[in-house]
């Protein structure tokens, strides 16, 4: 992982804060009996708190009922609770059970129900049975703890391979403070949105206001930069929780420590952003695509997702090929405007730097080194348009036979 | 084929009208013999033409020297010269090459250069070597024959699994008239452009603002209805060649006969667009969507398109799964403004009829029922949005292990 000065990456994910609680099990929405698919995450304070959630006009039950307690609360909670294998979705009776788990999470905390967030993920439009979850409730509470991270990240994983957790450590007004997050996807995951779920905690002193700021702007850097498929899920959200446990001086106004809180939540979700590409489905790459040289940040990110997004060009990674012409055609067909003659495309992995077109045409290369290159399992695609100054990078990975396998038999 | 009253369905294709004569060959930029890679079209008279063009920024250079020559003359063509294998694009000496295939073709036919359009298809950013080309041209003119369809249409085939031809005969002004059309393409396709390499003849008299208006208008129905994969070619250009030897009077105002010949050219060019969606690469099904009640025309096609698009729904089908879930995500995901939860979603095929989805939210329906709907190789998934008249259909196909395959191993 890439280093910032003044940050340290450490262990435990959401319970690296202070005062932060969580749980997972198996409560039998999932049939395999070892995959957790029900968890917990509790601060021993309330919260300040902010989410950001899908675009897509199928709003999930849960989404709908997250946002009513916020809402309610201005802002402030104290527990999440979300589940996998069921997304609650496209339900008659979806607000209902979704406003069911959150009642009877507060009722075993003892807290009020709209301090209790709620999340779910998996299959559209099957009905939510309810038992199961409360009847694991008592064990679910009865088994939280300050690293219960890994039982709660293992609960909301579904097509994931492994567990995404991050988190840093920094100093803020004098104190040292933490970010920890856990996220979960890898299909239906597409820029302009708050992707996949996504829980971070800190015991940083904040206001939801502050925080509401930091996370739209971090998003728009980080997981809008993401795409595995160019589907936008129903359910996604990406909620912050500031307990304030680290007793800085709240942060009222974008003064250092805001910077310092801005510039963290950015290395965790900009982390979480990386292991979902290169953790989405069936693939075997992960693709970085770095857009520079281009007028504005909207035309770099405009140029750089065309390219991530595109199934030849995803595939032909697949494949190890340098075929930069299906790079070129992504990139022309980006909605901005800019020249496309000028255009310079490398490509870039541990193994070397590879020069394949300078002034939008085709330049002479060794097709060994090229293979040398796009071997390896982290591919940069560099794109120059040397039109301008700015620069911005979108994530994705490769199309292969595993996706194709992974959705075409999904449900059963 | 669906029937049109007034129209009968013709062979030959692009040689059903009078006049028309075409070639193939392997002239060996295709290392197999066997395969066609070149082919001319030459009309016996002078035509009146007019063409569409792919709106990617990057622009094969055939596209360019093809505007050039059809600025040049005012709309007037006598001949079309393409090749396969190689997309003569991002090419220093791109403009050069394509001129020069004017050059030969026109040469040897006897006529003007800016008479002479010209298409390429295949790898972008290779250098196209002309000798081969210009070897090849005594023998591609001397086997100019009036059904020369069939040479023709297999040498702009790519990864094409079948040949496209379509052609229609009516009635207008009295004189039996015939358009005919031959299409290629089975990758990077994708709505918003004018699809592929597609020619079509008819020996109809009309003008060529005419055609330019009656094509713009039916691309918009058809090919810009069509994805296989969300990639818009370099390359892509409709064109249409009318040569006037039904000996109709010459139309020029939008009176019955042009109602007559826009009828025409949509049912050649509809049927074109389904047979390039059901020969998309890998494909094993033809998906068409279409979605009905919308308040108008955009929103039904932005839908439309929305679902036709979705990498998740494509697998599906593929795995023959009523995931419908993943329908409406991708309903919810189309970029307009509309109501949700109206929505109603039935899957149709030759089997049957399966409603999945009223009122936004899951019915209940037979797995095994739906099963034998999904066998079949020609899906119609119907949307009824029900809050309005208008309706639009969108084309595409399932995604498959091989479109992997293809695509992750092109250039070698």
Chains 1, 2 share one sequence.
Not at 257 to 280: E, P, S
């Amino acid at each position: 992982m890439k280093e910032f000065e003044g940050y340290q990456y450490k262990e435990k994910g959401i319970c690296a804060p202070q005062g932060f609680r969580a749980n997972g099990l198996n409560c039998g929405l999932n049939p395999v009996k070892e995959k957790n698919d029900l968890c917990l995450l509790v601060s021993d304070r309330e919260c300040d708190t902010a989410a950001v959630y899908t675009q897509n006009k199928v709003k999930g039950a849960p989404i709908l009922i997250t946002k009513k307690h916020l809402f309610a609360s201005n802002g402030k909670a104290q527990a999440v609770i979300a589940n996998s294998k069921n997304a609650n979705t496209c339900n008659h009776d979806g607000e209902e059970k979704a406003e069911q788990m959150c009642v009877l999470a507060a009722k075993a905390l003892g807290i009020q129900t709209e301090k209790v967030l709620v999340a779910s993920t998996g299959v559209i439009g099957q009905v939510l049975p309810i038992e199961p979850i409360e009847a694991a409730i008592p064990e679910l509470v009865k088994g939280l703890s300050y690293d219960g991270n890994e039982k709660a990240v293992q609960a909301i994983m579904t097509t994931d391979t492994i567990p995404k957790q991050v988190a840093v450590e920094f100093v803020a007004e004098g104190k040292t403070v933490r970010i920890g997050g856990m996220a979960k996807g890898s299909g239906m995951i597409h820029p302009n949105m708050a992707t996949t779920l996504n829980f971070i905690t800190t015991d940083l002193a904040i206001t939801s206001d502050l925080i509401q700021k930091a996370l739209q702007e971090v998003v728009a850097v980080t997981y809008n930069c993401l795409s595995i498929d160019g589907d936008t899920s129903t359910n996604d959200m990406v909620c912050v929780m500031a307990n304030g446990m680290a007793e800085n001086k709240k942060i009222t106004e974008e003064n250092q420590a805001y910077q310092m809180f801005k510039q963290g939540l950015y290395i965790v979700m900009m982390n979480l952003t990386r292991m979902l590409a290169k953790d989405g489905e069936g693939a075997t790459k992960l693709l970085e695509c770095i857009c520079s040289g281009a007028p504005d940040w909207n035309t770099a990110i405009t140029v750089a997702k065309s390219v991530i997004v595109s199934p030849l060009f995803k595939c032909a990674m697949f494949g190890e090929d340098a075929n930069w012409g299906r790079i070129l055609c992504a990139v022309g067909n980006a909605k901005a405007e800019f020249a496309i003659d000028l255009v310079e495309v490398k490509l870039c992995s541990s193994a070397g730097e590879l020069l394949v077109c300078q002034d939008g045409s085709g330049v002479a290369f060794s097709e060994e080194f090229a293979q040398t290159v796009l071997k390896e399992d982290e591919i940069q695609i560099l794109i120059d348009l040397k039109q301008g100054e700015a620069a911005a990078t979108a994530w994705g990975c490769d199309l292969t036979y595993d996706y194709v396998k992974i959705n075409g038999d999904y449900r059963s």
